[in-house]
């Protein structure tokens, strides 16, 4: 196996080079994000495997079905396999790749740690005030709305599978963004999701505000 910085280098120019072809909100910027969140979130946990936590962060969105066609799992066993990375790291890498979407279950996944950590780092990109602006750029990616007041919220939120599906962006919210506070897998990502969340709610309170201004007069 190469050197770990090599490796990790070298991943990284691939995944830089995929990604061009997302909307921003899941370009390159949030592929270090998560990388950074992830890494934080392993070393304050003292659990997992360093390498196998930011190949993971990395690769994650790598064949991503609402934008590529490719299969994540062979590209990056051909990717990794060609890096001489260890079989072990290598299944591991794929298992997150294959399993960190919302859409693949709501309950924290009881499996691997590093599954656990990236999939928080992953999810607490999507809260809080970058997960705001994320969400009204891939809404606006996809021509939503920001709001559509004739779709009454859903209270219970949906929940798994349906939120790409969102009627509008604020809808988003609770199909998705003020779920995710609960199922987060670590307590250092629990942490970090309450101020994220405490804020997506302020946010919210705010926007109905101006939205309704003048309304009751
Ligand atoms: P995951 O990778 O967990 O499956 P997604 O790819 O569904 O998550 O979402 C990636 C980003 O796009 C997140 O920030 C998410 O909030 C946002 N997003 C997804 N669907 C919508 C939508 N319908 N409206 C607004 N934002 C969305
Ligand atoms: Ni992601």
């Known amino acids: ?14 995944v830089m080079e995929a990604m061009q072809k997302h ?5 390159w910027t949030h592929i270090e994000r998560v990388v950074r969140i992830a890494l934080h979130i392993h070393s304050a946990e003292g659990r997992g495997d360093r390498l196998t936590v930011e190949l993971g962060a990395l690769l994650h969105d790598v064949g991503d079905h609402k934008f590529e066609a490719h299969d994540g799992p062979d590209e990056i066993r051909r990717l ?8 072990s790291v290598i299944d591991a890498v794929v298992n997150i790749n294959q ?12 499996g691997s740690v590093e599954l656990q950590i990236v999939q928080d780092a992953d999810r607490l990109d999507a809260m809080g005030a970058v997960g705001i602006a994320r969400a009204f750029n891939y809404g606006g ?5 920001i ?9 219970p939120p949906l929940l798994a599978g ?14 998705k963004l003020l779920l995710l506070r609960d199922l987060m897998n670590t307590p250092t990502g629990r942490k970090l999701a309450d101020e994220r969340h405490e804020y997506m709610v302020r946010y919210l309170d705010q926007f109905f505000r101006e939205w309704n201004e003048g309304m009751d007069k």
């Open 23 to 27: 909307d921003s909100g899941h370009g």
């Open 141 to 145: 990616f996809k021509g939503n709305d």
């Open 162 to 175: 349906t939120s790409s599906r969102s009627v509008s962006t604020i809808h988003h919210f609770y199909d």
């Open 147 to 155: 709001y559509d007041p004739r779709v009454k919220i859903t209270d």
């Open 80 to 87: 990794l396999g060609g890096l001489g990375v260890s079989s």
């Open 1 to 14: 196996m190469k050197d770990e910085r090599k490796i990790l280098d070298e991943v990284s120019r691939f």
């Open 99 to 110: 399993n960190i979407s919302f859409s693949k279950g709501m309950r924290p996944d009881p």
